[in-house]
């Protein structure tokens, strides 16, 4: 996967004390989809993932030619953890 990035989402991502390394782990690993919005003519992704530190993340992207650009990536909330565990199979309801 090629990446986009640049101050704009840099910043953005910094603001939630992450890093692109960390986001980019994230989305390289186990990820499930949690919607797809139409955001004026792009569509974006809504996915939950976690990093190499098991910090777990909603990350939202969107496709710009051949790469994926991160738009926002933020600490899940708990309900999302709980379901990236099941759907991962490391946790049993």
Not at 25 to 49: H, K, M, N, P
């Amino acid at each position: 996967m090629e990446f986009d990035w640049d101050e704009a989402n840099r910043q953005h991502i910094a603001e939630h004390g992450l890093t692109p390394e960390e986001v980019e782990s994230a989305l390289d690993g186990f990820t499930f989809d949690i919607e797809c919005q139409d955001w004026y003519d792009e569509e974006r992704f809504a996915e939950v993932g976690a990093t190499a530190r098991n910090r777990y993340l909603t990350i939202i992207t969107t496709w710009r030619d051949d790469r994926i650009r991160v738009v926002t990536a933020f600490d899940a909330t708990p309900a999302l953890i709980e379901e990236y565990l099941i759907r991962k199979g490391t946790l049993w309801r």
